[in-house]
């Protein structure tokens, strides 16, 4: 008898086989989960965290800069910033358009930053506030937020701009005491740890901070916020007047080497720095350097006076020229035979072969010692950054006519600042000091931070060298070629400067001039000396008529504001010597 199979059978097989399937499949499952539950779930926690939250920077505040009466000079004014979340942006373009309507750029330009895995990107930063509010009003919540930062200004405009400096999109220093400056104004940012929603939108009450900000401390200087205008205006004025290529006006306290102004045009406003050529951010004050002329005889005198090489009876022989080794022939500014003249005469009439022959005088390894004793050839040490050496060559490296011609300041290159140093050293008795922009910082506590100390004075001059050679600088301006630089009612003492421009392929540069004029008032108490430099004036060129008056405005103003009393002051002759040196 055949038996026959039950229907049964087949259905069982597959129940089975479904069975085990289904059972091996949760198996599978179950060990998967358990894989990334257990061996990973620290790894899962921090993936969530991570699409979640993530870390953001609080900026510190950027330490203010103020003058030496604390007015602000540098300061900071909250803004706003705007950033996309381009995972959440649905439409691109029209987001863009939208964004760029307001901002009144290309869409494009936005369009190209929204690269859909990223959940932050820059929009615009520091934005008006009308702006900000216009892009709020898009509706655009979840796709566009908004920081809170800090954008640095500097309250005064072009003011000491070039002594100052700026700083960039993220309040880093980029020039000036800004850049010299930054790792104290800056500070240090802190971390907050920042909390999204499922649409990447910040839920502000789930922000964390775990290292707060330490804002940067504030940098007071020596600087006076009204002598500094009163310079720049000056200078500003004298170089449109002259149709100047550029100047610089400096003004020092004899008396601890402190930087009342230091003044450069053309200006600048650090607001909007990227609006002007990189060359005007230049502080030509110290990073410039030009043969000083007939200044620089104030020097050599010093030197030769201090050495007796000469005393203030030597005598010398001016026929109006001078021939020199090398074939040169030495020639007075304006071709004149001073005839018979002494120390006081040669800074008087700046007669050029006086002083030629005094350098001579005191020779060559004589005057080198001299001049790397006033601090020629070397920084002064100032706190800016860029600060040139200047040019003073061995004299195993000069020529036969070198040494004569550094008599009247030519085969040299100093500083501004330099020259102006040295001629204060007169003032204080023989004393170099070393220039100083800094008064003190003060912490984000209040306490004023120790600086480091400044060098010790260093003796250049007698005392009685150094008043020799300040009543010589007093005659060069009662009844010499400095006679516009006089004041009403104080006692002045300078000294003009003429000096040609030299051509880099060697000799001079024809019609270009360098004008300037260096004083000290008030002479019988020396408290300021100042330096004003023009370069490359038309028509008129001469120091003692571009320059001068550019001084005695500058003092008589900057005496004032210092409470500086009258000494009385000598009547200034109405004749005498042309102003031409």
């Given amino acids: 008898m055949i038996r026959r199979r039950s229907a049964s059978s087949p259905l069982r097989a597959r129940i089975r086989v479904l069975f085990f399937g289904w059972t091996f499949l949760f198996l599978l499952v179950t060990a998967r989960v358990a894989y990334w539950q257990v061996a990973r779930s620290e790894a899962m926690r921090d993936l969530a965290a991570r699409q979640r939250t993530d870390l953001l920077v609080l900026p510190a505040s950027r330490g203010r800069i103020y003058d030496r009466n604390s007015r602000e000079l540098a300061t900071n004014v909250p803004v706003e910033s705007v950033y996309a979340v381009p995972r959440n942006i649905r439409d691109p373009q029209t987001f863009a ?7 009144r750029v290309p869409p494009e330009q936005i369009q190209g930053r929204l690269a859909p895995d990223r959940y932050f990107v820059w929009i615009a930063r520091h934005l008006p506030s009308h702006v900000a509010r216009r892009l709020r009003a898009l509706g655009l919540e979840g796709q566009l937020g908004f920081e809170r930062e800090e954008r640095r200004v500097y309250p005064l405009g072009p003011l000491a701009a070039q002594v100052l400096g700026f700083t960039g999109i993220d309040n880093q220093g980029l020039w000036g005491l800004e850049a010299r400056y930054d790792a104290m104004l800056r500070g240090t940012p802190g971390q907050a740890v920042r909390v999204r929603d499922a649409l990447g939108r910040e839920i502000l009450e789930g922000r964390q901070v775990r290292i707060a900000p330490r804002n940067g401390s504030d940098l007071f200087l020596t600087l006076d916020a009204v002598i500094q205008h009163l310079a720049e205006r000056e200078l500003e004025e004298a170089a449109r007047a002259h149709g100047a290529r550029a ?33 005007v951010w230049r502080n030509r004050a110290v990073a410039e350097v030009y043969e000083p002329g007939s200044t620089f005889k104030l020097v050599v005198m010093g030197a030769a006076l201090e050495a007796g090489a000469v005393r203030p009876e030597t005598t010398f022989w001016c026929p109006g020229f001078l021939q020199v080794p090398g074939g040169h022939r030495i020639r007075e500014a304006h071709g004149e035979a001073h005839g018979e003249v002494r120390p006081a005469d040669i800074l008087r009439f700046s007669c050029n072969v006086g002083a030629a022959l005094t350098a001579v005088q005191l020779g060559a390894d004589r005057l080198y010692r001299s001049l790397l004793r006033f601090g020629f050839g070397k920084p002064t040490g100032v706190e800016l950054p860029g600060e040139a050496a200047g040019i003073l060559r061995p004299p195993a490296e000069w020529t036969g006519s070198d040494l004569y011609t550094l008599g009247f300041g030519q085969g040299i290159a100093v500083t501004p600042l330099q020259l102006l140093r040295a001629v204060a050293a007169i003032g204080n008795g023989g004393l170099l000091v070393r220039p100083t922009l800094i008064s003190f910082l003060r912490s984000p506590d209040g306490r004023a931070l120790e600086l480091p100390r400044a060098a010790a004075p260093v003796r250049v001059l007698s005392p009685r060298t150094a008043r020799q050679l300040l009543e010589m600088m007093v005659r060069a301006v009662v009844d010499g070629t400095g006679r516009a630089a006089a004041i009403e009612g104080y006692t002045v003492a300078g000294k003009t400067g003429t000096a040609q421009k030299p051509d880099p392929r060697g000799g001079y540069l024809p019609g270009k001039y360098v004008a300037s004029f260096v004083g000290i008032v008030p002479a019988t108490s020396p408290r300021i000396a100042i330096l004003v430099l023009l370069d490359e004036p038309r028509g008129p060129y001469y120091g003692g008529v571009v320059a001068a008056p550019v001084f005695r405005r500058i003092a008589s103003q900057a005496l004032w504001h210092l409470r500086v009393p009258p000494d009385g002051g000598p009547v200034v002759s109405e004749s005498g010597p042309e102003l031409r040196d």
Avoid: H, I, S
């Fill in 97 to 103: 358009r939208r964004v760029a309507a307001v901002l």
């Fill in 247 to 279: 100047g610089v006006a400096v003004v020092m306290d004899v008396r601890t080497g402190e930087l009342l102004a230091v003044a450069n045009v053309p200006r600048f406003d650090p607001n909007r720095y990227a609006q002007v050529p990189p060359e």
